[in-house]
Nanobody
Framework: QLQASGGGLVQAGGSLRLSCAAS????????MGWFRQAPGKEREFVAA????????YYADSVKGRFDISRDNAKNKGYLQMNALKPEDTAVYYC????????????????WGQGTQVTVSS
């Protein structure tokens, strides 16, 4: 089970840190990804990290502004979001999979509920 939290309302240029808490499985066995879905738009990839945290992947739209990380000892993953823009407004979801890491959301087996991020201009 995955539980995302940390969303909220922030002004453009501000920062938020999302958390994804995992339970019920050995978190360190799973790669983790963050995805987002804005109203009227399809879900899109944001960032992903391998089980060890050694390799990370980012969508071009967030590269240099967002940072994905994980703490396997705490069974948690994180998405630090800086220099937020109004176009980052969306519901953000964390996902995990034992065999896949990367931008294809269809290949992730486990999903958390979303957390709303709203960036005002």
């Amino acid at each position: 089970q995955l539980q995302a939290s940390g969303g909220g309302l922030v002004q453009a240029g501000g920062s938020l840190r999302l958390s994804c808490a995992a339970s019920g499985r050995t978190f360190s066995d799973y790669a983790m990804g963050w995805f987002r879905q804005a109203p009227g738009k399809e879900r899109e990839f944001v960032a992903a990290i391998t089980w060890s945290g050694g390799t990370t992947y980012y969508a071009d739209s967030v590269k240099g502004r967002f940072d994905i990380s994980r703490d396997n000892a705490k069974n948690k993953g994180y998405l630090q979001m800086n220099a937020l823009k109004p176009e980052d407004t969306a519901v953000y979801y964390c996902a995990a999979d034992k065999a896949h890491v990367g931008p294809d959301g269809m290949l992730y087996e486990y999903w958390g509920q979303g957390t709303q991020v709203t960036v005002s201009s």
